[in-house]
């Protein structure tokens, strides 16, 4: 079933590490006040599972969310408007910067959320056994805890480092009174539990979830337990509390899923842009998304759809969006504005996340046969209002192509349209086209939501984490660290494959771009190389800043192909401050000595 069922949510302290209590998971008036007693019958156990997955939903899509995820990175950078947030400041300026502090906006919710869903992880584990439901119904059940609060634990591993994991009570306890404690010491001891209880957890998924997903929602199954599994194993890999054999753990993680694809209920679609076509949310690629049902702000638990803020609604859609509306057409001189109404298929233009020259000239240097750079990023833009000749949702407003020499045969062609090149755009050319405003850029197109009623709401599509790409790279990865590189060739090429192909193509075109794509020498696999492979197939989908932190690439990738970052970033910056408010409300003399370096 999809998970949109209101949960009034116990009135109970459930996961707070400081003396706060815990914030509303859900803003509704509760006609009954439940106990921890609740969640000891089936219909409250049910309740609380499906309360891990909805507090996700601040984890994924908001804006928030997205900039601690892609902002700062060798991809993307802060575009004109990086909006104050709960820190004061121009929250996403300072993430893109590396000027941050620990009283930063964006840091604050994974923290406050996560360990508030762990809490409740850790108490619907220990009353599993006092629900009466039966024991194969039970694993099932506790594989979709286990899942759950792995993936909250691995986000902020990957974010701050060691957390803990007492919260009050002892670790992995239910504590339900206020705690003014944080047990946050011996690092690497500790860091070294996290992983192992990550690990376990996945695993623990891997044996008792379903075998496959249903069709039309995302209930966790094997499928996305295998890839976790395999990431979790890669990220300790490169981590201070590595074991020998991780990467070989990862390797056959990645592989059982690769090589069992059928008895798990998924495979590659055949095109790349179809992965993240609107009315395909459910496809065999995509593992697991952070579910929101299509049209229905109240079943995703958001009161103010055109509201910018730290809930529930996704901004992503919106995040990536240049500024359409200030596009003239169809020459310089002109002061035609045929897209100055905001349509819903574009979004919002609220310019907070812009691609860097890297992701457009060498991450995507090859957007002829390598069909992912059309399949991430919009090229035509229609016109949104009836505007000089221009009629709106017939014409052609203006369409994004590869160079100056392709704009001038198009205008050698009398197109009543505008073209813009690479050298128009903003910071990715560095030099800014008069007739635009500072802040056009390709935009992401993979979260746009056609079916959105305004422009200016939240999107209410499913919100991707784990795709079987992805595991595709994983494997890969893993194939590359244990010397397998004939195997992470192969891996890699099978994307390659799919990249070639597009709808309009015929057969021997396909298989002469895929040549011109295959990588042929298995020794030119090395981590770079799959960082700018991961770039291709996963631009802008939520997880850049932990890749390259966890990898120990972040500083020097943000020094080589971001100069907004490169000028401050050091390397304490690949983990972020514990949030000051965390720190403010422990009762220790020396609070400062639970920070990170550097901060």
């Not at 958001?302 to 609604?313: A, L, N, R």
């Not at 635009?436 to 056609?450: G, I, R, V």
């Not at 890749?547 to 390397?571: F, P």
Request: hydrophobic content about 35%; overall charge negative; charged content about 20%.
């Amino acid at each position: 079933m999809k998970l949109i069922n209101k949960i009034f949510f116990a009135a109970v302290t459930v996961g707070t590490l400081s003396v706060t209590s815990c914030n509303n998971i859900l803003k509704e008036e509760p006609k009954t006040v439940f106990s921890t007693e609740y969640f000891k019958t089936p219909e409250g156990f049910e309740s609380g599972i499906v309360t891990l997955y909805s507090t996700m939903r601040y984890l994924y899509g908001p804006e928030g969310a997205v900039s601690i995820s892609v902002n700062g990175t060798d991809e993307w950078t802060y575009a004109e408007q990086p909006r104050n947030g709960a820190g004061g400041t121009a929250d996403h300026l300072t993430l893109g910067n590396y000027t941050l502090d620990a009283a930063n906006g964006g840091i604050l919710t994974p923290w406050n959320r996560s360990f508030n869903a762990i809490n409740m992880a850790n108490m619907l584990l220990s009353f599993a056994e006092e629900t009466g439901m039966a024991e194969s119904m039970l694993n099932e059940k506790r594989a979709e805890i286990h899942f759950l609060r792995g993936l909250y634990y691995m986000n902020l591993v990957a974010q701050f480092g060691a957390v803990p994991l007492d919260l009050g009570s002892g670790e992995l306890m239910f504590n339900d009174k206020p705690f003014q404690g944080f047990n946050r010491e011996n690092l690497a001891e500790l860091l070294v539990k996290n992983y192992n209880l990550i690990i376990e957890d996945f695993q623990y998924a891997t044996q008792f979830l379903a075998e496959r997903r249903p069709n039309n929602a995302f209930r966790l199954s094997k499928s996305a337990a295998y890839h976790m599994l395999a990431k979790a194993y890669i990220h300790r890999g490169y981590s201070n509390a590595a074991q020998p054999s991780d990467f070989e753990n990862a390797y056959l993680a990645a592989k059982e899923l690769i090589d069992n694809r059928s008895q798990y209920g998924t495979e590659l679609q055949t095109y790349y842009e179809d992965i993240h076509a609107a009315g395909n949310d459910y496809n065999s690629e995509i593992l697991f998304s952070i579910e929101r049902v299509v049209g229905n702000f109240n079943a995703n638990e958001v009161s103010d759809p055109t509201s910018i803020s730290g809930s529930k609604g996704i901004d992503a859609h919106n995040d990536f969006c240049g500024d359409y509306t200030s596009v003239r057409s169809p020459r310089l001189s002109s002061s035609t504005r045929p897209t100055a109404t905001r349509a819903v298929p574009y979004g919002r233009p609220i310019r907070r996340f812009c691609p860097t020259p890297y992701t457009y000239f060498t991450a995507f240097a090859n957007k002829r046969e390598d069909s992912r750079y059309d399949g991430s990023f919009r090229r035509v833009y229609m016109a949104t209002e009836n505007a000089g000749d221009f009629v709106a949702g017939e014409d052609t407003a203006f369409v994004l192509v590869n160079s100056d020499y392709e704009r001038d045969s198009l205008y050698a062609l009398n197109k009543p349209y505008r073209a813009i090149p690479p050298s128009e755009y903003y910071f990715i050319s560095g030099s800014v086209d008069a007739s635009l405003t500072a802040n056009f850029y390709p935009s992401l197109s993979k979260y746009e939501d056609p079916g959105n009623i305004q422009p200016n709401n939240s999107a209410t599509r499913p919100f991707p984490v784990a795709k079987l790409a992805e595991t595709y790279l994983l494997a890969a990865e893993a194939a590359m660290q244990t010397n397998r590189l004939t195997e992470a060739r192969d891996y890699i090429n099978v994307l390659k494959r799919r990249a070639a192909n597009r709808k309009n193509l015929d057969g021997a075109t396909i298989l002469t771009n895929y040549e011109v794509l295959r990588v042929v020498n298995a020794n030119t696999i090395t981590l770079d190389y799959i960082l700018d492979e991961r770039t291709r197939e996963l631009c802008g989908e939520s997880m850049r800043w932990p890749d390259l932190a966890v990898r120990k690439k972040l500083v020097e990738r943000v020094r080589a192909y971001n100069t907004d970052g490169a000028g401050n970033i050091q390397d304490h910056h690949m983990l972020r401050p514990i949030p000051r408010s965390q720190l403010d409300n422990v009762s220790d003399p020396n609070p400062s000595r639970f920070q990170n370096p550097g901060y």
